[in-house]
């Protein structure tokens, strides 16, 4: 048996302590908000939020991920300044790269409040969208970025 | 019975409920289970299967067409909610099943494709909603007792000249008993307050929060997972395999051979998995393992030295040839491409003695529920295909081989339970079905004025459509149109020219990519021009715009990018700046990129200027996304896409040796949309082919070098530097 924390909620799988964690996400547990792009650690669709930091679920044995706090898209509040800047922006097209591009946006603005267009791309150089839709990625980021910042200063 | 079943015949029994009590402008057709005789009883008289109106004034649009981010699921249902004059926030998408009342009106079996969703189906859909509108106006207008030509409809409510109102959901019941109007007026497009307007899309919340369901998302109780081995080379069979090893694999239920492989089926997707890996085959690997695109390259150039079949002749191009001052000629490749959607393929299949459901997203529900049922040896009518999200198509899920499918129904018939078909994004990548590789070869007659008088084009390539269902359509006297198009109807005004193909047969499954014969011919196309242009010392756009004098839609978005890009104006050190223009899929589109190569030979692309005339807009901001991403995934393909071949087997494997284009390489893109009130065109598509020759002609202006060669390495950069 497996203990995992996702999204505040424990759960006790039974599954290989190999299996990445993203399987287990997706299969046992029901949440298919986190994708399969690669399976390789090098795409980003998979990424999920590991103790606050973004991490790609493909490439943690779920043995490793005991312990630790997990937060998948389906556990970021549906009012969260990056969701809806994702809204407000439009900038989901045919979706599939869309809540791991979430996952690092969010992760990025708790570290960085204020990014740069570099610091952007920096921290989003791993997450591929075969859709193209960075350059509303970019503003989307900006944009919650000083919704953020407001609710900050109420 | 799964819980996917059981949610159809939910909205089955709600639409069943519905048929005595609200207004279901599609009868019970969607969720029916007899959709053929449905479809044939609203034959002829389509528009009622794609509105609901339901008593809370809740209003569900079915869509025929597969969404996969084109946003097809927001563009169509604008068109009906136009018509229908409804509350736009009210408004929800269900995918329609297969039948032939959801059909494609043109290709007249149910597809998504050729970027013809919103041109194909303009006229249907404001019909279906103007009937509708009709029938709602004339349950008013009954109520009251007054002239329906009193009433007008607004906003889900139908409102009398004496200012009452009735809104939509209180007159389901009565508009239901209205008799079907045989004509409707159409609004005068002038009026529309929706369409041409820019909206959010429908989709975008259920993608936001992670619930949107795509097929890789698809869960049935009792479901197993399944991964195939397939041959390393393309049309490899399997001689013999030894499974013990694999079925050890925790997880592993059961190992079966089925055409195109082995498939090993488990619990879950890493069982499958690693039992594949713990698979012994030995494959007889067929008449094409010893096939490499270096050499496929190789003999492509020297049959472009040849003359292929006549797609198109004017003039005499030999004698103006002769007569030329100025000569140049030049050989272009392209290589094979991936679609590498972000979703990898799957199906899911059901299978029963007496049916089979099918959760896939697909392009081609028609073709594919056929495939299936030939397999499963079921009616076309027993097999239902319910279309999810698509994470992504540009073709790859169109396939008229059904491919996927049928490779998921050949496993559920051995394993008869409900089993997901999972690709690894290996196996997605090395599945075949590419844009095929291409070879050109160009040569053109400049006058000593510097006007092009003689322009010669031979392509050569494998045929897309050979062996399909759309052979006799579209290969007319040897020439696949699909391998032509974008040269053969060269836009300028050049008098004497010739274009002609040669279609080899190689067992490397090819398939439309996103702008299919586009995605080269613009390339070859554009760059050639611009070659014409540079030995006239001419600037490349005043020589476009003269040879476009008769090509109003061409110039006008070539004049619009150009003066948005500041053409002719200087650029900071180290930039370059290149143009292009095409025509595909009914849009004009023209694209100035500004690049800079650093001394490694890396090409990076800071701005793309793009104009498009598309003729009357649904949605413009989708159209701006469309091209933004049209853009990029032109980018990954011109500098960094290709699918190489060595001794028959795929090279590449996942995203680190076929990249795509990452964020750090997004160029700032500029859309401006020139209003028209000409015939819509498509807007999935266009995006891509103008720029790769936009970037490459921007490279030339920098560097003097020409890349005839795509992708633009570094390698191939240096290389064309150093001449
Ligand atoms: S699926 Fe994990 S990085 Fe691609
Ligand atoms: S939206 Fe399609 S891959 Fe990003």
Redesign the interface.
């Known amino acids: 048996m497996i203990a995992l924390s996702v999204n505040g909620k424990l759960y006790q799988v039974e599954?290989?302590p190999d299996?990445?964690l993203l399987?287990v996400l997706?299969?046992q547990l029901?949440?298919?908000?986190?994708?399969?792009?690669?399976?390789?650690g090098?795409?980003g669709?998979c990424t999920v939020h590991v103790d606050g930091k973004a991490e790609r679920s493909c490439q943690i044995p779920v043995k490793d991920a005991q312990g630790k706090k997990i937060t998948?898209?389906?556990g970021l509040a549906?009012n969260h300044p990056v969701?809806k800047a994702?809204?407000t922006e439009?900038?989901?097209?045919?979706?599939?790269?869309?809540?791991g591009q979430?996952m690092a946006a969010t992760a990025l603005l708790k570290e960085n409040p204020r990014p740069t267009d570099g610091e952007?791309?920096?921290a989003?150089?791993?997450?591929?969208?075969?859709?193209?839709?960075?350059?509303?990625?970019?503003r989307a980021i900006h944009t919650a970025a000083q919704e953020a910042g407001k609710g900050g200063k109420k | 019975m799964s819980e996917f079943i059981m949610l159809s015949r939910r909205d089955f029994l709600k639409t069943g409920a519905l048929v005595g009590g609200g207004l279901i402008l599609g009868f019970y057709l969607p969720f029916a289970d007899s959709d053929s005789c449905a479809a044939e009883q609203t034959k002829g008289f389509a528009p009622n299967a794609f509105i609901r109106v339901d008593h809370d004034g809740g209003i569900t649009f079915i869509v025929n067409k597969s969404?996969?981010?084109?946003?097809v699921y927001t563009s169509l249902p604008m068109l009906i909610a136009e018509e229908l004059e409804c509350d736009w926030r009210k408004v929800t998408v269900e995918a329609s099943p297969v039948a032939a009342v959801y059909d494609h009106t043109v290709f007249g079996s149910m597809v998504t494709g050729g970027s013809t969703s919103v041109w194909s189906e303009w006229e249907r859909l404001s019909k279906a909603g103007a009937t509708a509108r009709e029938m709602l106006i004339a349950a008013a207008a009954k109520t009251w007792r007054v002239e329906p030509a009193s009433c007008h409809a607004d906003n889900s409510r139908v409102i009398h000249a004496s200012g009452k109102a009735l809104a939509y959901g209180e007159l389901v019941d009565k508009a239901a008993k209205m008799p079907i109007p045989k004509d409707v007026q159409l609004k005068n497009p002038d009026t529309y307050k929706i369409v041409g307007t820019p909206r959010?899309?429908l989709?975008?919340?259920?993608?936001?929060?992670?619930?949107?369901?795509?097929g890789?998302?698809t869960?049935l109780p009792g479901m197993l997972?399944a991964v195939v081995a397939r041959s390393p080379v393309f049309g490899g069979k399997v001689v013999s395999y030894k499974a013990d090893r694999a079925k050890a694999v925790?997880?592993v239920k059961q190992v079966v051979q089925v055409p195109s492989g082995v498939a090993v089926v488990a619990k879950?997707?890493?069982?499958a998995k690693k039992g594949r890996e713990a698979l012994d085959i030995s494959w007889d690997e067929g008449e094409w393992a010893k096939l490499s695109t270096p050499d496929m390259h190789r003999d492509y150039a020297g049959l472009a030295k040849t003359p292929g079949l006549i797609a198109r002749k004017a003039g005499d191009p030999e004698q103006a040839y002769a007569l030329a001052t100025h000569k140049i000629s030049a050989e272009y490749h392209v290589p094979y491409l991936a679609h590498?959607?972000?979703?990898?393929l799957n199906c899911t299949v059901d299978l029963r003695g007496d049916g089979c459901d099918i959760w896939t997203g697909s392009q081609m529900q028609t073709g594919d529920r056929n495939a299936a049922a030939r397999i499963a040896g079921l009616k076309p009518e027993q097999v239902k295909i319910h279309t999810t999200?698509?994470?992504?198509?540009?073709g790859r899920r169109a396939n008229p081989h059904s491919d996927f499918v049928i490779e998921a129904v050949e496993v559920a018939k051995v394993v008869r339970k409900p089993v997901k078909v999972v690709w690894?994004?290996e196996d997605d990548m090395r599945g075949g079905y590419y844009r095929p590789i291409w070879s050109d070869r160009l040569t053109a007659g400049l006058d000593g004025n510097g006007n092009l008088i003689a322009w010669w084009h031979t392509i050569v390539g494998q045929s897309i459509i050979a062996g399909t269902p759309f052979e006799a359509a579209m290969i007319k006297n040897g020439i696949d149109g699909a391998s032509v198009e974008g040269a053969q109807d060269i836009p300028y005004a050049i008098p004497h020219l010739l274009v002609d193909l040669h279609s080899p047969q190689i067992g490397v499954p090819v398939l439309w990519w996103r702008s299919v014969g586009h995605s080269h011919t613009a390339f070859v196309v554009e760059s050639f021009l611009d070659e014409a242009a540079h030995v006239t010392g001419k600037d490349p756009y005043e020589f476009r715009r003269v040879l476009l004098v008769e090509k109003p839609r061409h110039r006008g978005v070539l004049e619009l990018a150009a003066q948005k890009a500041g053409w002719g104006s200087t650029l900071p050190a180290g930039r370059g700046r290149g143009i292009a223009v095409h025509e595909s899929f009914g849009s004009f589109i023209a694209q100035v990129a500004e690049v800079s190569v650093t001394p490694e030979g890396v090409v990076r692309v800071h701005r793309v200027v793009c104009a498009i005339d598309c003729g009357r807009t649904v949605n413009p901001?989708t159209i701006a996304?469309q091209m933004?991403?049209?853009?990029?995934?032109g980018l990954?393909a011109a500098l960094h896409g290709a699918i190489t071949l060595k001794n028959g087997r795929v090279e590449q494997s996942?995203?680190?040796d076929y990249p795509?284009?990452?964020?750090?390489e997004?160029p700032?893109?500029e859309v401006h949309i020139v209003p028209s009130k000409e015939k819509p065109g498509g807007v999935g598509e266009p995006g891509v082919p103008p720029i790769a020759p936009a970037v490459a002609n921007a490279v030339f202006a920098l560097t003097g070098a020409r890349l005839r060669t795509l992708p633009m390495t570094p390698e191939t950069v240096l290389k064309a530097m150093k001449g």
């Open positions: 599954v290989p299996v990445p399987w997706r299969e029901k949440l298919t908000g986190t994708k399969f792009g690669c399976g390789a090098l795409c669709a998948t898209i389906e549906g969701k994702w809204l439009e900038v989901s097209q045919c979706g599939w790269c869309q809540p979430i952007i791309d920096n989003m150089v791993d997450n591929l969208c075969r859709c193209g839709t960075y350059q509303r990625i970019r | 969404e996969m981010g084109q946003g959010h899309r989709d975008s919340p259920a993608k936001v929060n992670g619930t949107a369901q795509f890789l998302d869960r997972t925790p997880g879950s997707f890493w069982g590498a959607a972000m979703e990898p999200f698509l994470g992504g198509g540009f690894t994004r901001d996304a933004q991403s049209g853009i990029a995934f990954s996942n995203f680190h795509l284009l990452r964020m750090n997004m700032q893109v």
